[in-house]
């Protein structure tokens, strides 16, 4: 039996069983997080305060400073978020061996003041984070042989009541409901990134909607209690 954490990298684990004339069940489970961490209405004047996010709004993504995460496409995509929300400004946390590069494309196009890289945020801050953003944006990508299987900072998002815009590649599918939590963009285009962004960032009540929605998408499904039940079907039902 392999276990599978999106629909995407079932498909993929099939077609590798496939080359190999192997004949394994598969079985999909989604990931989640723990709702009683990730959740609305914590307080963020220390973290912004401690990371200067004054201002805004603020457009977060959490991740590994990887390219497939789309960090860099989402910097070239603020150029035209700024032409019509011009005081938009894109906070990024995480560590990563790309950290130098993004930093310097960030340079590159004019972004110095725009653009906040953190570093490693502990997880005790992470969830105050997520409050202090007015949008969660996780635009990752297929790139060489790269690509999201899940993404639980989607869904850590979620819990928090932040709206989510995603790249509409790998497991990223399964981690947000397109139209229902967030929306689904292009993640290989600057343009289509932009586009979704400006369309939230125009509309504070679909915002709301979306986060309400995602809240309870985790509460009731994107959570690790749901996880471990579905795994522990799984083993009662192959056991027999």
């Not at 999106?6 to 099939?14: G, H, K, P, V």
């Not at 004054?54 to 700024?82: F, S």
């Not at 960030?106 to 997880?123: I, T, Y």
């Not at 939590?181 to 369309?199: H, K, M, R, Y």
């Amino acid at each position: 039996m392999i276990v599978a954490i999106s629909r995407w990298t079932a498909e993929l684990a099939q077609r590798v069983l496939e080359l190999l004339d192997l004949h394994i069940p598969i079985q999909t489970v989604p990931l989640g997080t723990t709702p009683s961490h990730f959740r609305p209405g914590i307080d963020a004047r220390a973290v912004r305060a401690k990371y200067g996010l004054n201002g805004g709004p603020w457009l977060l993504t959490v991740a590994r400073l990887e390219w497939h995460k789309g960090i860099d496409t989402v910097m070239r995509a603020l150029p035209a978020i700024r032409a019509v929300h011009p005081n938009t400004r894109y906070v990024i946390a995480g560590v990563g061996d790309r950290r130098a590069d993004l930093e310097r494309m960030a340079q590159a196009l004019d972004l110095g003041d725009v653009v906040r890289f953190l570093g490693a945020v502990s997880d005790d801050e992470l969830p105050a984070l997520y409050n202090a953003a007015d949008l969660y944006v996780g635009a990752s990508r297929r790139y060489d042989l790269l690509a999201e299987g899940f993404g639980i900072s989607l869904v850590e998002a979620s819990a928090c009541g932040l709206a989510v815009v995603g790249g509409r590649s790998g497991g990223v599918p399964d981690a947000v409901r397109e139209g229902e939590t967030g929306i689904l963009v292009d993640p290989d285009d600057p343009n289509a990134v932009a586009a979704g962004i400006n369309e939230l960032l125009a509309n504070p009540e679909r915002r709301k909607e979306l986060g309400a929605a995602g809240r309870k998408a985790v509460e009731t499904y994107y959570n690790w209690d749901r996880v471990v039940k579905d795994l522990i079907h799984i083993d009662e039902r192959y056991r027999r």
